[in-house]
């Protein structure tokens, strides 16, 4: 079997924006994007390993639609007096000079060179949010994010959605959720359907009427991730499975309903007994 390259995850992620009708950066940009990632991540800077975020985002427009709502600890962006070209070296030493935790490197193609502009700040809420410490994670910023994760090992997101990611030379394009379709969504869906109609009574008018949230699909999404403090008993090929789930409270005031909101819910923790 060929072992997978950074081209290959340039084609995959820009093959899911166009999928998205978002616009792809040039491919040949996108894959060199990628080799610098990678071969920044076979290098290391005092003894210590190479980790790094990366926002693809555009210096002109870094934030073309702001929230009406803007929370206090929203992402920022700070611009570097003087853009730097984009090469192994200066990635290597810019990522020791900032914490991935907190902050990302803010790249995009300017005139057929890869820069880096700036840094986005208030990251550490996204790193509180991915590692369970908080039931909300904020937005983020860009095109496309992606991420050093060890040595040759490279993820590429949209939004907090894994749209590809390679590793060893496998290349895995989509993670799989059991709870949007398939068996596991199946044998659950009695309890959600109870449990949607029963939180559905108690949602104000204007905060269900309001057009740019779907409660529906909210409800669906937490019943299957974290189905009230019940237990659902699902029969998945003749082995019976008790999975318990604890459902975090969405209260939304009137005034949340008509100004909107830059959070984004948990996708959910399970627990399988």
Not at 20 to 28: A, D, E, I, N, V
Request: with cysteine; charged share 25%.
């Amino acid at each position: 079997m060929k072992k997978k390259t950074p081209d290959d995850l340039a084609a995959s992620v820009c093959s899911v924006l166009k999928s998205r009708h978002s616009q792809c950066p040039p491919l040949k940009k996108l894959a060199e994007l990628f080799d610098l990632m990678y071969f920044s991540s076979l290098m290391t800077e005092e003894s210590q390993p190479i980790t790094f975020h990366i926002v693809y985002l555009d210096p002109k427009r870094p934030d073309p639609e702001p929230p009406k709502r803007i929370v206090q600890d929203r992402w920022n962006f700070v611009r570097l007096q003087t853009p730097i070209r984009a090469t192994v070296a200066n990635l290597v030493k810019t990522a020791k000079a900032s914490d991935p935790r907190t902050s990302s490197l803010a790249v995009y193609n300017r005139g057929g060179n890869l820069i880096v502009w700036g840094l986005i700040d208030q990251g550490n809420r996204y790193y509180d949010f991915v590692n369970y410490d908080y039931d909300s994670g904020p937005e983020r910023p860009g095109l496309f994010q992606a991420s050093i994760l060890g040595i040759g090992h490279l993820v590429a997101y949209v939004g907090y959605e894994k749209i590809a990611e390679l590793r060893g030379g496998t290349l895995i394009r989509s993670a799989l959720d059991v709870f949007s379709g398939g068996p596991v969504r199946k044998a659950l869906k009695p309890g959600i359907t109870k449990h949607r109609e029963r939180v559905l009574k108690g949602v104000p008018q204007s905060a269900a009427a309001f057009a740019w949230f779907d409660w529906t699909s909210l409800i669906e999404s937490s019943a299957a991730r974290r189905c009230g403090s019940n237990y659902t008993r699902a029969n998945l090929k003749g082995i019976e499975h008790k999975v318990s789930y604890q459902l975090s409270s969405f209260v939304f005031s009137d005034r949340d309903a008509s100004q909107g909101s830059n959070r984004r819910a948990l996708p959910g923790r399970h627990n399988f007994q």
